[in-house]
């Protein structure tokens, strides 16, 4: 399974923007690249996900490298409230129902009022 | 739409006990995942069934079992509890694997002493 690299922590202060990157060197070309983010005490849930274009949705925008080698999840303008840890994942849906997702540890984001 | 449920929300055992963890997911999901959470880290896939009828072991299955007994429900059983799986238990499900996101459950927070 295609891996990704993140770093462990990241700082920000309120209604500033935030870029998460994330590295996927050795990414396929079919596979997708998912964030996402998990409160504190919660499940995790999803934030957007893309495969060559950038994207952009309520939640975050995603910026995708050209060789798909790297990508970066941005919170335009952070609130206390996405204060939470943020995975990039690969997903290959060629895999059909037989995919593993890969979480590794993250990275935790804390908003700064 | 309750999405994801897991039950029980928190279960304290003892070493040696058997328990089963119930989810149960109302979205008409293909797709169904336990992983395990362990303090500070990320999510361990434990086993997965990609479709009723079909099971799945993940990264970490030694010690569970797991059923998939209908197409809404999937259940984790500990057969004998040791304090090694102390840990946030969280259920997932997905539509069809591949492109569309995964929801998660709240999470169960077992103990084992």
């Known amino acids: 399974d295609a891996k990704t690299t993140q770093p462990n922590s990241m700082e920000s202060n309120e209604e500033e923007p935030v870029h998460l990157p994330c590295n996927h060197s050795t990414i396929s070309g079919t596979d997708y690249i998912h964030w996402y983010r998990q409160l504190p005490s919660q499940g995790p849930e999803y934030v957007i996900h893309g495969l060559t274009s950038n994207v952009n949705n309520r939640m975050a925008s995603l910026a995708i490298a050209e060789d798909r080698k790297s990508s970066t999840l941005i919170l335009h303008r952070a609130t206390l409230r996405d204060a939470a840890v943020y995975y990039c994942i690969l997903r290959d849906p060629i895999q059909g129902g037989s995919e593993k997702l890969v979480f590794g540890k993250g990275t935790k984001l804390t908003v700064n009022p | 739409n309750a999405g994801v449920t897991q039950t029980p929300k928190f279960q304290v055992l003892k070493t040696g006990q058997s328990m089963t963890l119930q989810c149960a997911q109302d979205?008409?999901?293909?797709?169904m995942y336990w992983y395990r959470q362990d303090p500070g880290m990320g999510l361990r896939l434990i086993y997965y069934?990609?479709?009723?009828?079909?099971?799945d072991k993940g990264e970490v299955p030694n010690g569970y079992n797991v059923s998939r007994l209908n197409k809404r429900e999937f259940s984790l059983r500990l057969e004998s509890a040791a304090p090694s799986q102390t840990s946030v238990y969280f259920c997932?499900?997905?539509?069809?694997?591949?492109?569309?996101?995964?929801?998660f459950g709240p999470g169960t927070r077992l103990t084992v002493t």
């Open positions: 997932a499900s997905i539509r069809l694997a591949g492109v569309y996101e995964q929801y």
């Open positions: 979205m008409n999901h293909n797709s």
């Open positions: 069934s990609a479709s009723e009828g079909t099971t």
